[in-house]
């Protein structure tokens, strides 16, 4: 049986975002190894697999990487890999070499969101810029998820007869958010009509920047319209987050790390992204296939999936005034609501799990077949 090796920094992004794809390539007759920083119980879809503990860490001076690099090189040099795909920064940069000193064949790589971008801080262009610039030479596919690493791609020397390509992300499951108990969050919650809710999702952290939706809200409650916010996560800036919405008096219902966004999402009426950096964010995919419209900071990622007015709004980061104003045409306008919503659910089949495998399968260079859940 042919094998495939899938190499992430940590173990955490093959659960989020990887299993259908190793799903797929063993329905095509892989074998499917695994190589990341494991550092908790296996997936039961997974246990079956082929797992490799590799010492990588996030920070890329780390002692551990050379550490690292040894690992891929004896994993590399001990097994006839017919194809390695990296994932992850410091994974992708620490396993290319390896594999390049190993001379592997087909190695490829999906850039989730370059550190560097237009508006990065200067230190992310001194570090980051040129390892991609180096490894790039150390690979024959390079995928990009968003436009901006697209074009800034095209800049890179990749290998002899290697390719570049720019695929919606890494798939969801479309119909998972379409079918959300939104009544059951609204009795945990407390939530009756007329009361309208807005949520944000994501780590509670600067990047994330939640507090512009508070300061917006804010905007709201002193023109006398109460809008409650729901921020899903946990993160470093938490107390300062709830500490600013208390003095902002507005009201926000934090609700911590959870499973059922499906359920959060459903009962909800807007949903915001106010990040200063993404790639391509999966909460936004997410709002977008249960049909929320959505207001979203006017950076990289978010810039490829929303249109002023057809499917959301485009705000400047820490604008929370036009932030406020955004919401408050939603709330209001229920032709632009519905027409948004519509929009939505029809765009978010481009990002769907089945979509994105059948791109892969063009990366892979497998015949296309359905993709069945297993």
């Known amino acids: ?5 899938m190499v992430t920094t940590i173990q955490n992004t093959i659960e989020a975002f990887l299993i259908p794809h190793i799903k797929m390539l063993e329905q095509n007759g892989y074998e499917v190894w695994i190589a990341t920083n494991i550092y908790k119980e296996l997936p039961k879809e997974l246990e079956s697999n082929k ?26 040099k001990n097994n006839d890999f017919e194809m390695i795909h990296f994932h992850t920064p410091v994974a992708a940069f620490l396993g290319r070499y390896a594999a390049m ?3 592997q064949k087909n190695i490829i790589y999906t850039a989730h969101g370059f550190h560097f971008y237009k508006g990065a801080p200067l230190k992310n262009w001194c570090i980051y810029y040129p390892m991609e610039l180096l490894a790039a ?3 024959d596919k390079l995928i990009t998820i968003n436009e901006e690493d697209y074009k800034q791609s095209l800049k890179f020397k990749l290998k002899k007869d290697s390719r570049l390509y720019k695929i919606n992300g890494v798939g969801l499951d479309t119909s998972q958010y379409s079918s959300g108990d939104g009544d059951k969050i609204k009795k945990e919650l407390l939530i009756r009509a007329p009361e309208k809710t807005v949520l944000i999702i994501g780590e509670l952290n600067k990047n994330k920047n939640q507090i512009q939706l508070i300061k917006a809200l804010e905007k709201l409650r002193l023109k006398g319209i109460n809008v409650k916010g729901i921020f899903v996560g946990v993160g470093s800036e938490e107390k300062i987050l709830k500490e600013s919405a208390l003095k902002s008096e507005v009201k926000i219902s934090f609700l911590g790390y959870r499973k059922d966004i499906n359920d959060i999402i459903a009962s909800v009426e807007l949903v915001c992204s106010l990040s200063y950096r993404e790639g ?6 997410e709002a977008m296939s249960a049909g929320k419209p959505i207001i979203a900071t006017d950076i990289r990622g978010n810039r490829d999936i929303i249109q002023n007015s057809i499917n959301g709004f485009l705000v400047p980061v820490e604008d929370s005034e036009l932030t406020s104003k955004y919401l408050l045409e939603l709330l209001e306008n229920k032709e632009l609501y519905k027409k948004i919503s519509q929009n939505n659910l029809l765009k978010s089949n481009e990002y769907s ?12 260079k497998i015949e296309k077949t359905s993709y069945h859940k297993s």
């Open 101 to 103: 000193k190993e001379n």
């Open 51 to 76: 797992w490799v503990n590799i010492s990588f860490s996030r920070n890329p001076f780390s002692k551990k990487s050379f550490k690292a690099i040894k690992e891929m090189r004896d994993l590399i």
């Open 1 to 5: 049986m042919k094998k495939f090796l």
């Open 280 to 285: 391509l964010p999966r909460n936004v995919m």
């Open 353 to 364: 799990i089945e979509n994105i495998l059948e791109s892969m399968k063009e990366v892979y």
């Open 137 to 139: 030479r150390w690979t």
